[in-house]
């Protein structure tokens, strides 16, 4: 399907309702080693853990051979074969609390390519707005953008690593093993085989090893802010994915607050000190 046919989709919609529920958020604080206890109705949600709603429930005979509902629905049938979360920026506006009934609005407001070292790149930009109990406002707006990849060939030249900042303030290790990413995929409703069959990911999408999740490191390096400083207030977070970050070796994430306190720089660094994710936090 060519692009003109794929940019038919932007200015598509879908809202779809949940509820802020109490089990989520306690089995992703044990995920993340916070005592895992759930928490009363009006308990602010950190930062990101609405992922842990709206959840893509397509029946288990529409799923893709990669583990995702098949192309087509709400997002364009893009025939690309290999998809990757590419980055994300957010206004959180007010919190979500537990117990507030939401809505999500998804707006598809790009459909662009673009040709890469490993061939064709069509980028799909998808915003979201979450409204809390009814109200008008917007509480949270996230603009989320999906990168789809020709499949590997074996005359691909990876691109140059980027060298990831020494000069952090904060840093915490973490053990990216398959429990781990299985934690995860199951709380997010996640199927994509990239996560967990390590078969699939090593065969079929020549990669060394299972993927570690980039909204998982987008968490963690906003659970790392909020471990450091537990009373900041964000007002805007964005991230952007650099290198594929894999469970055959540790990795870890960083901080470094800004001298005029009013934003913290984070990442993310694999075992040999490549930059893997980088991202921004403004406080209010």
Known sequence: MSIPNLQEWIGRTETIEDTVTATPVAALSATLDWPAQRPPAGTPLPCLWHWLYFLPLAPQSEIGPDGHPRRGGFLPPVPLPRRMW???????????????????????????EKSGRTGSLIFVKVRHEIRRNGAAGVALTEHHNIVYRDAPRPTDVAPPPTPASAASAWER????????????????FNGHRIHYDRKYVTEVEGYPGLIVHGPLIATLLMDLLRRQMPDAQVARFEFKAVRPTFDINPFSVHGLPAPDGGSVRLWGRDHEGWLTMDATATLA
């Open 173 to 188: 290790r973490i053990k990216a093993d398959d429990v781990l990413l299985f934690r995860y995929s199951a709380l997010t």
């Open 86 to 112: 590419a980055g994300s920026d957010f206004t959180f506006h007010e919190p979500l609390l537990v117990g507030d009934r939401l809505a999500r609005t998804s707006t598809i407001v790009e459909v662009n």
